[in-house]
Structures are given as structure tokens and as C-alpha cells.
């Protein structure tokens, strides 16, 4: 494939890239933001990825966070910038979330962590939407250790948003069903599951090195 490596990157420029057919694995190098990049597959699948080398590291990590089309763009550079700030103190943010996840952190847990760590830097009515958006849309995973949160479960719950196809609880105790098929909403609930480091799930591969 015949292409740059290195620009700025947009949501059209990254969306033209999805789906292209490559021999080997192709890193995308964000202009804007060291340390952010695009991970293509053999597949075809196109990532959002941090690779950065730890202070006093020999080679870099690679922290992904999720397809392109998933997760959106701000999105992505939000979570890269908390991801290079890690890194760039020493540690690894993937060991970190396994140790965590071997401790047994559950979804509900980390995205009470979540914002209570950032509710000094994220407005408090955009918090309250993410809240929402998880605890509305994927309660049943709630009390799920993360690590025993499936690739499959999380397509799924995306894919029942993007087709309008969710209902939940309201605080009144009656069920409300989704009216009409809303991606932006499962975008919206895709990007706060980001910082709990649950997007490796939906792009079902894991780490690339660096581990």
C-alpha cells in the first residue's frame, strides 16, 4: 500500500484508511500529538494506539484504545494524552491495568475512578453523560470483573445502540426503549469505556509488543 506515514490526523483521513488490505502491520503517525498513532492490520482493522517508550525503557509500548469509527478522534487524543503523561513518569499503563484487573476491577468500579479522578478537569454535566451512557446502556456488565468482560459482549451492546435496540430501568421504575437507532449514542458510550481500558475488547486484539 502507497501511503504516508506521518500527518495530521482527521476522522476522514483515518475513515479513507479503514478496510485497506495490508501484508504486515502498518503504524500511522499523528503530526499533532507525539506518541499518538494508527495501528492497520493485515485485516484491514485500523486502531488507535499509544506507542511511546517509557522513561529508562529500552523500546516503546504500544497502549491501544480502540478502532477508528468506534472511538472518535477527541476521544482518542484525550485518552492518548492521560496514556503518554503514564508513560512518560516510568510507568506502563498496560501493566498497570493488569495488575488491576487481576485484582478484580470491575466496569462500575473503574468508571466511579474515572471520574472522580478527572471531575476536576472534565465538566461535571459531560461525566454524568458518560455515567449515563454505561450505566443505561450496559448494566448487565456493570459488576463484570474487566477482565472477564468479552470482545463479544461489547460489539454486541455497540451495535444495539448504533440500531436503537437498547431499553433500561429508569429512576421511576419504568422501562424506556430507544425510540430510533442512534450511532453518535454508541459512540458516546464507547468513549468513556476508553479510559477504562475496555476498547481492547471491542477491537478484539490485544496488544501489538511492548507489553
Not at 24 to 53: C, H, N, W
Not at 92 to 102: A, T, V, W
Amino acid at each position: 500500500m502507497s501511503c504516508v506515514r506521518r500527518f495530521k490526523f482527521t476522522e476522514k483521513k483515518l475513515s479513507s484508511l479503514s478496510n485497506n488490505k495490508v501484508e504486515q502491520v502498518v503504524r500511522f503517525y499523528d503530526t499533532e500529538m507525539d506518541g499518538l498513532i494508527a495501528i492497520q492490520r493485515p485485516s484491514g482493522v485500523l486502531s488507535y494506539a499509544v506507542y511511546k517508550k517509557p522513561k529508562g525503557a529500552k523500546s516503546p509500548v504500544t497502549v491501544l484504545m480502540g478502532k477508528v469509527g468506534t472511538v472518535s478522534l477527541s476521544h482518542a487524543r484525550e485518552q492518548a494524552q492521560e496514556h503518554i503523561s503514564t508513560i512518560l513518569k516510568g510507568d506502563n499503563p498496560n501493566l498497570m491495568m493488569r495488575e488491576r484487573n487481576q485484582n478484580g476491577l470491575t466496569l462500575q468500579k473503574a468508571l466511579d475512578e474515572y471520574c472522580e479522578l478527572r471531575k476536576d478537569r472534565v465538566n461535571a454535566n459531560t461525566l454524568l453523560q458518560y455515567q449515563n451512557a454505561i450505566q443505561n446502556y450496559s448494566p448487565m456488565l456493570l459488576k463484570k470483573k474487566i477482565k472477564d468482560i468479552t470482545f463479544e459482549e461489547v460489539s454486541d451492546v455497540h451495535k444495539k445502540i448504533s440500531n436503537g435496540q437498547c431499553s433500561w430501568i429508569q429512576s421511576n421504575g419504568k422501562r424506556y426503549r430507544m425510540k430510533k437507532p442512534s450511532p453518535s449514542q454508541a459512540n458516546l458510550w464507547g468513549g468513556p469505556c476508553a479510559p477504562l481500558s475496555i476498547m481492547r475488547w471491542i477491537t478484539g486484539e490485544g496488544q501489538i509488543d511492548g507489553s
